[in-house]
């Protein structure tokens, strides 16, 4: 990469030679009658090599490569060819020339702006759809981040003050996080042709997997640059998934606690760790677990099948409970497939779960409503103000599921109306009418796991939890964890949750260790709020906490926290 933007500073230095020569034999009468043609069709021509040498070396420095070697040699050809056709016009019988050098002019640029403007042909290991997304990696935007560390670890005040060896050793510090997933990257095959193209004389990629380097001295020799562009198609799902940089700070499995995990959790330092083949065995095979996990979520997707009903399937049907007729539709993914009698006879039980929903399921609806729409004026949010217009029916994916949505218009959201979706009796979801999701996606089966643990607005005092702690339903914990910096705003020293719940209270506290270390802000803010469920009388309905949020207290621009554990719904 740097010989090439060399190579095109020598370009451009060529050029205007040639520009100034050409030019100045005009300018001072040099060149005369014949000679004149020429010069001035020379003088086109190297001004326009200058120009596209300057591009060429511009984008050669914001690393924007691709095939600039190629594409910048084609339209020399193409400049040269049409440019000199026409210095041919002064000569005796040079039709023959003029029309040659003309016509091979026009085919160079006709190819050229072929080749500049046909798609890349896609490689792919997957069908993903996905969002464009652009991820660069250099190392000299790290460089900053793991020299402040360095500094701070060693006692060194000014930056002016580090040695050229220790000024490298930063380069194998900032790539040192990013190293392990490049390798694994490289080792499985991740790499499009971009990337070759970009590096085709470099082995380095067989090295690493003989161990011969480490990745580290891989990407020294790629001067300290990745784009996700060098990645196969369907690999930047995952890896945007996984490697967000943006969103490291709202608790999803992402690979900055992967790779804490792997250097042994150190409460002081991200960058500064030497690279070791111990750490890359256990960080590979932990995201190899990821890759995994992320496939069978979401990679299935593509092979599924999926009902699409334009049209109702069964004539309107009417519910007791609303007094309302609907328009039946098949919804989600075809698990065994519906023939037409099971189809109208699973709408018949799942119009039978609608109409006998406990009175506890309707209050919670209109409660989660109020959250929703109702702001100052909850007395607005009722059911009773619904009017359903359609039912979708999912085909069950567990044996004895009873699974649909409704939705319909609201007088107290007119403009979007309201959607609510029920499994086997108890409502997971709601939001806007056309908004519902899966009842199968990993968030509802999670929200339906947790609405099936306890009966929770049972639980509304000491004595209540008591015989939940005795069959260690319930755990008693203290609120705020022994860490500089967490608050509550609260009276409670001590709250309930449930096995799962404190799990995930632990998992985000350790990720408050691993975002201090890496974030380098020792008195980072956290408070704590205990989030309860209340009635229209503002009387807690019980004593575990529904949500349990855990934020960054004061607005940093480089960290904002935002972890939810979600105890029941």
């Avoid at 030679?17 to 005009?26: D, E, L, Q, Y």
């Avoid at 190297?46 to 190629?70: D, Q, Y």
């Avoid at 050229?164 to 194998?172: F, M, P, R």
């Avoid at 069978?296 to 409970?321: G, N, R, V």
Wanted: proline share 3%; with cysteine.
């Amino acid at each position: 990469m740097l010989l090439r933007k060399v190579f095109y500073g020598i370009c451009i230095l060529v050029d205007i030679i040639g520009v100034c020569f050409f030019g100045g034999a005009i300018f001072f009468g040099i060149a005369t009658g014949k000679e004149m043609a020429i010069a001035v069709a020379f003088l086109a021509t190297t001004a326009l090599f200058t120009a596209i040498s300057v591009i060429s070396l511009r984008k050669s420095i914001n690393n924007k490569e691709g095939k600039l070697v190629r594409n910048s040699a084609l339209m020399k050809l193409s400049v040269f060819f049409t440019c000199t056709s026409f210095s041919f016009w002064t000569f005796d019988d040079s039709t023959a020339a003029f029309l040659l050098f003309l016509i091979l002019g026009l085919i160079l640029s006709a190819i050229t702006i072929y080749v500049i403007k046909k798609k890349k042909k896609k490689h792919t290991v997957m069908t993903v759809p996905y969002q464009k997304y652009a991820f660069t990696y250099k190392g000299k935007w790290e460089w900053d981040a793991a020299a402040n560390e360095y500094m701070r670890l060693n006692g060194i005040a000014d930056i002016d003050s580090l040695t050229e060896e220790q000024s490298d050793k930063l380069y194998e510090y900032a790539a040192g996080p990013f190293s392990y997933l490049f390798y694994w990257l490289a080792v499985e095959g991740c790499f499009c042709q971009h990337f070759y193209e970009d590096f085709p004389c470099d082995d380095f990629v067989l090295q690493m997997r003989n161990r011969e380097i480490t990745p580290v001295e891989a990407l020294m020799a790629m001067d300290y640059y990745f784009h996700s562009d060098y990645l196969l198609e369907g690999i930047i799902p995952f890896f945007r998934a996984y490697y967000d940089t943006e969103g490291r700070f709202t608790g999803r499995n992402y690979y900055l606690y992967d790779y804490y995990d792997a250097i042994g959790n150190p409460d002081d330092r991200y960058y500064c760790v030497d690279f070791s083949w111990e750490t890359l065995d256990r960080l590979t095979v932990k995201i190899q677990e990821r890759y995994a996990q992320w496939s069978k979520e979401y990679c299935t997707d593509s092979q599924k099948e999926y009902y699409y009903d334009d049209e109702p399937f069964a004539e309107a049907i009417h519910s007791a409970l609303f007094d309302a007729d609907m328009d039946a539709y098949r919804d989600g993914v075809k698990f065994l497939g519906f023939s037409d009698s099971e189809a109208q006879a699973y709408l018949a039980k799942c119009m039978d779960c609608l109409d006998a929903l406990p009175e506890k399921q309707i209050k919670k609806l209109e409660r989660s409503l109020d959250d929703t729409y109702g702001g100052e004026n909850l007395e607005a949010v009722s059911i009773a103000k619904f009017r359903p217009e359609e039912i979708h029916i999912f085909e069950p994916q567990v044996a004895g599921d009873v699974v649909f949505a409704v939705i319909g218009e609201a007088e107290f959201e007119p403009e979007h109306g309201i959607s609510f979706t029920v499994r086997n009796g108890i409502i997971i979801d709601w939001g806007f009418a056309n908004d519902f999701d899966d009842p199968y996606s990993s968030r509802n089966v999670e929200r339906y796991e947790k609405m099936t643990l306890l009966d929770f607005e049972s639980i509304r005092t000491e004595s209540d939890a008591k015989r939940y702690l005795a069959t260690g339903e319930l755990v008693k914990v203290k609120l705020l964890p022994d860490l500089p910096g967490c608050r509550s705003e609260q009276e409670e020293e001590y709250l309930y949750l449930t096995p799962r719940a404190l799990a995930e209270k632990e998992r985000f506290e350790k990720y408050i260790r691993n975002i201090r270390a890496f974030s380098a802000i020792e008195n980072l803010g956290i408070l704590y709020t205990a989030d309860y469920v209340e009635g229209r009388d503002k009387s807690r309905l019980s004593i575990v906490p529904k949500t349990l949020y855990i934020s960054n207290t004061e607005i940093n621009k480089w960290v904002k926290i935002s972890f939810a554990v979600h105890v029941w719904y």
